[in-house]
Every structure is written in structure tokens, then in C-alpha cells.
């Protein structure tokens, strides 16, 4: 096995100031608590593919129907990837260029819609995505969007309400899927309900992927007309996208990544999320995905009984989101303190959030990264204990200081996959 060192002998020889960057972003992802829960750790394996010479490749079109020549391994490798993603989903195609999360909702909406048609999505502050109908974004520029909520008292989709919206409205795409929802989608009634309005229904599953694969999260492939998903979040691929579809949809899907919006695929990430795709059909995924699970529900424990407010009460699923409202701090300002003391987050908007989205009153957490290092509950409970100081504390530098010493010695015990151990 190549030593990972000496992997990287010529980008320090060539190019010494990017070399020292990637080092010290190794070290960082190594001593820090990483708790975006968009973020992972990929493997070795993925690392290796991602960083292979099929970067050098040109192959725009798709196995068998290609516009350059010199294609016999692409093709191969294309196809082997398209084929573990519909086994691993359970669909019928699966188009594995798309360059990552955004372009592969625009592609979904290029393919079924027409512009100026109506986008029914969740609302960005209440956990939705960007791509999914919000106002500064090509989904509300070039069609029309309409939003559903979270319920003011629960914070849960009030599946009623989605009804009703999409019963006066009638969207001709309704779309599920979230960046900061701590809880479960009923995709069978999502599906149900763009059904009786004759709506397309996607689910966009880019942070779920993972937990859907390991069972710990209701499947939308036999409610969905298109399912988007990124690569690199639960997956833990490298970063990109997939849209998985019924037949019906293939040959409009496919024209829509390719020609209409991209042009050569990524080689070196497509085969790169094949790696994932065959570590993600794994016993040891489906145990991880399990764990990340646990691990969140251990951490919004831990974070209840110290006296936080979580948005909907606690999780479901592998992210918590935390109100602070009732601490006296603000998200910009705890998020800040927390990485200071080793501990990666992101300020985020709350449902019905008082403050502006550019300083909101939430942080946003979730296990995907720390699950990967082999950490478990008792863990996430330490976790939970650093943030209650610094979050109570912010401007003290002794606290996060000595948090941050903490952390170190924690994260020494857990080597992170794909790292060089240091
Ligand atoms: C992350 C995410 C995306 C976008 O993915 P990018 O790769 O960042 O473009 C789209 N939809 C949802 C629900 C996401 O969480």
C-alpha cells in the first residue's frame, strides 16, 4: 500500500503553498469534532478513485453513445456504476453524471417542466433547499414557486396543509427533501398527494441518502417519479449527484444532464461513487447508518436534558437542530465559539426565525462524520457536555481553550477514515 505521505511527493515538490493547505485541513478534519450534517469522512478507497488519471478522460454522451472516441473503459465504468445504483435503490434508471446536488434539481425540473411552471417545495427557513422553489434561486426565477411550512407549534410538515396548498394550487412538480429537518418525510403521502393533483413528486434525498440505504429511513422509490440525491453526504462518496427515475423518464432525464445542461462528465467522480455505492451495500453501512441514528438521538438527549431547545423536540434522523432563542446568544455567535473549541458547526435559520437569515437563532448539528470515526453514544454525550460550556460561555477563550485540548484528545482515540492517521 502506497504511504499516503508519499502519495503527495509530487504535489509538494510542484506546488508546496496548495500541498501545506491540504495539510493543514487534514489536520483539522482530524483534531476537530465535525458536525455539519451535510459533511463526512470518505474512505481511502473513494479517495484513490476520486484521485485517479480518469480526470483526464473526455466522454460526453452516455455508454454506447458517446461523441469521442476511446471509450472502452469509461463505458464500463459508467455502466457498472448506473447498474449499482439502481440495485441499491430499487430503480429502474439512474443517470450518475450530474455534477452535484443544485445541477441535478435543475436538470429534474429541465426534463418535466417547462418554464414559468409551478414548483411546490418546502420553504428554505422551515428546512428546505434552495433548488427547491426559494426566492433568490434559478427554481424561482424560471418558475413559479409556491412553498409549504412547518407547523408554528410542532415544527413538523402538517401533511393536511400540503394537501390543501397543492389542491388550490396545483404545482406541477411537487418536491420533498430538506437541508434542516430533524425529522422523518412520509413520502407514501407525499406521493399520494401529487397523485390527486396530478403532480410529478421528487424526492430529493441528498442528506438522507445514506440512512434510506441502511433502512433507517422510509424509502421514496416506490412513491417517486424522480429521486435526486448528492453523493458525499450519508453516502459518503465523493461529492456529486445521481437522479434515479422510472423508465418512463429515463430518455428526458438523460437529455436534460446531457445536452441540455452539462457537458463531459465527471470520469474520476463517477467512478469514485461506484467505490461508495459498494462500500454503501455493506452489513458495516447498513450498521453505520444505524448508528448515526443512535448517536443523533443520543446527542439531542444529552443537549434536552442540559437545557436546550431543539427544533420538533429532538430527531429522527441523523441531524438536531438546535434553538437558542431562550440562551441569549445567536447562532453566528455560539457556532463561532464552538469552532474555536474544536467543535465544527453551521448557524441555520429555525422555523419562524425572529432574526435574519444572515444571523439567525439556530446551529445546526448532525452525526454523519463523527459516526465514520467510530464514535457512539457516550461520545456524543461528552459532545453535548463541551457545547453546553462554550455555548454558556462564548466569549471566554479559557473555556474553549480547554474544550478545545479536550476535543484534541478525544478525536487522537478516533482516527478519521481516509486520513492519514497522525
Ligand atoms: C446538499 C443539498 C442539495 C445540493 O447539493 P450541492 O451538491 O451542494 O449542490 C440539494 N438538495 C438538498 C436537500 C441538499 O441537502
Redesign the pocket.
Known amino acids: 500500500m502506497l504511504d499516503v505521505k508519499e502519495a503527495k511527493l509530487a504535489l509538494r515538490d510542484t506546488d508546496p503553498e496548495i500541498f501545506a493547505l491540504i495539510e493543514e485541513e487534514e489536520r483539522y478534519q482530524q483534531d476537530s469534532i465535525r458536525l455539519i450534517p451535510?459533511e463526512n469522512y470518505v474512505s481511502r478507497a473513494v479517495l484513490e478513485a476520486s484521485g485517479s488519471v480518469l480526470t483526464n478522460k473526455y466522454s460526453e454522451g452516455y455508454p454506447g453513445k458517446r461523441y469521442y472516441e476511446g471509450q472502452l473503459y469509461i463505458d464500463q465504468l459508467e455502466t457498472l456504476v448506473q447498474d449499482r445504483a439502481k440495485a441499491l435503490f430499487g430503480v429502474e434508471h439512474a443517470n450518475v453524471q450530474p455534477y452535484?446536488?443544485?445541477?441535478?434539481?435543475l436538470a429534474t425540473y429541465y426534463a418535466l417542466l417547462e418554464p414559468g411552471d409551478k414548483i411546490m417545495g418546502m420553504s428554505l427557513p422551515h428546512g428546505?433547499?434552495?433548488?427547491?422553489g426559494w426566492n433568490v434561486n434559478f427554481s424561482a426565477r424560471f418558475y413559479t414557486a409556491v412553498q409549504y411550512v412547518v407547523d408554528e407549534e410542532t415544527h413538523l410538515i402538517d401533511y393536511d396543509n400540503v394537501r390543501d396548498l397543492a389542491k388550490s394550487e396545483r404545482p406541477r412538480i411537487i418536491v420533498a427533501?430538506?437541508?434542516a429537518y430533524p425529522r422523518q418525510f412520509d413520502f407514501a403521502t407525499l406521493g399520494e398527494i401529487a397523485r390527486e393533483v396530478d403532480a410529478y413528486f421528487l424526492a430529493?434525498?441528498?442528506?438522507i441518502a445514506g440512512l434510506i440505504v441502511a433502512g433507517v429511513h422510509p424509502d421514496p422509490a416506490p412513491h417517486a417519479d424522480v429521486i435526486?440525491t448528492?453523493t458525499?453526504?450519508t453516502l459518503r462518496g465523493p461529492?456529486g449527484?445521481m437522479i434515479l427515475c422510472k423508465e418512463e423518464h429515463a430518455k428526458a432525464i438523460d437529455r436534460a444532464v446531457f445536452p441540455a445542461l452539462q457537458g463531459g462528465p465527471h470520469n474520476h467522480t463517477t467512478a469514485a461513487i461506484g467505490v461508495a455505492l459498494k462500500e454503501a451495500a455493506t452489513d458495516e453501512f447498513r450498521a453505520y447508518g444505524e448508528q448515526i441514528v443512535r448517536n443523533a438521538k443520543a446527542l439531542a438527549a444529552e443537549l434536552l436534558e442540559r437545557g436546550f431547545t431543539l427544533v420538533s423536540g429532538g430527531t429522527d434522523n441523523h441531524l438536531v437542530l438546535i434553538d437558542l432563542t431562550d440562551k441569549g446568544v445567536t447562532g453566528k455567535k455560539a457556532a463561532r465559539a464552538l469552532d474555536r473549541a474544536g467543535i465544527v458547526t453551521n448557524y441555520n435559520t429555525i422555523p419562524y426565525d425572529p432574526r435574519k437569515p444572515f444571523s439567525p437563532s439556530g446551529v445546526r448539528i448532525g452525526t454523519p462524520s463523527v459516526t465514520s470515526r467510530g464514535m457512539g453514544e457516550d461520545e456524543m454525550r461528552r459532545i453535548a457536555a463541551w457545547m453546553d460550556e462554550v455555548v454558556a460561555s462564548p466569549e471566554d477563550e479559557d473555556v474553549s481553550k480547554r474544550v478545545a485540548a479536550q476535543v484534541k484528545d478525544l478525536c487522537d482515540g478516533f482516527p478519521a477514515p481516509g486520513l492519514p492517521a497522525s
Open positions: 451535510s452535484s446536488g443544485s445541477p441535478a434539481n428546505g433547499h434552495l433548488t427547491h427533501g430538506a437541508t430529493d434525498i441528498a442528506h435526486t448528492t458525499h453526504k461529492r449527484a
